[in-house]
Structures are given as C-alpha cells and as structure tokens.
C-alpha cells in the first residue's frame, strides 16, 4: 500500500517489452530485490538492484493500464523528460499517512488537455474515461502517476486539479503539458461505496422490492428493525 507522497523522481534508463530499469537515488539502500515500489503510481516488483539502479518487471495487463506501453514502443513526444518517473516505497507499520490510500492499481490512461498558471498553482486539465466518472468527484481524491491530489472540478467527459510549486518541483507533474500521458488510480473507497449504493439502494433491481422513502433504507436494511409500533425506526438529531 501507499500513500501518493512521492519521495524521489527516477529516471527510466532502459526498456524491454517485459521491464524496466530506472536509476534511483543513493539513498535507497534498503530497497531489494522482491521489494514493491510504485513507479508512477503502478505497484511494481524489484527483480535486480544495483548501486544507483533498480529494474522491475511489468506484465500485459500494466502495459494495458499504464502509460508504459508507449515508453517502452518509444511512442513519445520526443522529449527526454517522459522518462521521469515517480518512486515511492511502500508504506512502512507505523508509517505517517500524508496523502490517501494508494494501492498501486492503476486503472487508466488519460492524456493532459490543457494547463494553465493560476496564482501559485498550476491547474491542468485532463480526459476523464466513461468508466471512471462515478468514481471521480470534486474535492475527492485521485493519484496521478502515484501523487495524491484532489479534484478540483469534473465536467462530464474532463476534469482537473491544482498543483502547488511544491509538487511540480519534486514530481515530475511539473513537466506536464498538452498531450502528455498520466497514469490514474482512483479512491478506492470510493469504488467500493459506488458499487455497494449502485447493487442495494436501486429498489427495481432487487426482487420484490418496494418503494423507500430513504435511499440508505435498501443499503442498511438493518435501519428498519425497530418495526412499526410507535418505536422510531432510526434516532434522530
């Protein structure tokens, strides 16, 4: 698990159609051959560590998520920069929690639209897939190329957020621009409250269901026990 504080920006050095070599900073001694690191946001498996390098293996289903594929086809933009990535260990017991819950899971691939300065922050603007928008929402959370950041505004097949100088200066989210390609993983928590509101609190798709006055009634059935007899059926205030 992680938590999209990202710690340093590597550097891919190499490509194959199954890994990749990144160059790390000295300061990761502690990172080993069978480790899980996050690199740009995709939990990945450390197969060989050298002094300042590190290669990790992807499979078909990372390359369908990720924005690797395109790394390693050298389907980029020509600028050397794309071969940033973002590091970040996984989260120790006992760790400090400074963003949100990371799995490492990335989902999609969105491409950046626009960006633009707004005070200190730049705000960028990126697609956002059909199958992703029940789970992005203003002011929730979402990790791009493993940074935890919060939405700022969706609209409908787009959305955006904010960076502060901090993030653009220790990630390589500073270097986006018009085209640029970004892995996305979104709140789980929000995945999963998504799918239990959309499987119970639906009456038409439960067998003999009857009309509720209240939605969370299908999802708690639990809030009607007290029965009918003059015993309220949930405490109020």
Not at 138 to 146: I, Q
Request: aromatic fraction near 6%.
């Amino acid at each position: 698990m992680f938590t999209g504080i990202v710690e340093e920006v590597g550097t891919v050095l190499a490509t194959d159609a199954t890994t990749l070599e990144i160059a790390i900073p000295a300061a990761w001694p502690d990172v080993k051959e069978g480790d899980s690191i996050a690199v740009d946001g995709a939990c990945l498996t450390v197969v060989a560590r050298g002094e300042h390098w590190l290669r990790v293996e992807v499979m078909p289903e990372t390359l369908r998520r990720t924005r690797f594929a395109s790394l390693i086809a050298g389907e980029r933009s020509g600028q050397d920069d794309e071969r940033a990535v973002n590091l970040e260990r996984s989260l120790p017991v006992g760790g400090r929690f400074g963003g949100h819950i990371v799995q490492g899971h990335v989902e999609a691939v969105v491409t950046v639209l626009s960006t633009r300065e707004e005070g200190n922050s730049l705000v960028c603007e990126m697609t956002l897939p059909v199958a992703l928008r029940p789970y992005i929402v203003p002011k929730g959370f979402v990790a791009l190329n493993g940074v935890s950041l919060t939405v700022v505004s969706c609209q409908g097949d787009r959305f955006s957020v904010a960076l502060i100088p901090y993030t653009r200066t220790h990630t390589n989210l500073g270097r986006l621009r018009p085209g640029s390609l970004l892995n996305l993983e979104s709140d789980i928590l929000g995945r999963y409250l998504v799918q239990l509101v959309g499987h119970y609190a639906v009456p038409s798709q439960l067998p003999g269901a009857k009309a509720a006055s209240d939605p969370l009634d299908w999802a708690f059935p639990e809030r009607n026990s007290m029965g009918e007899d003059g015993g309220a059926k949930r405490q109020e205030g």
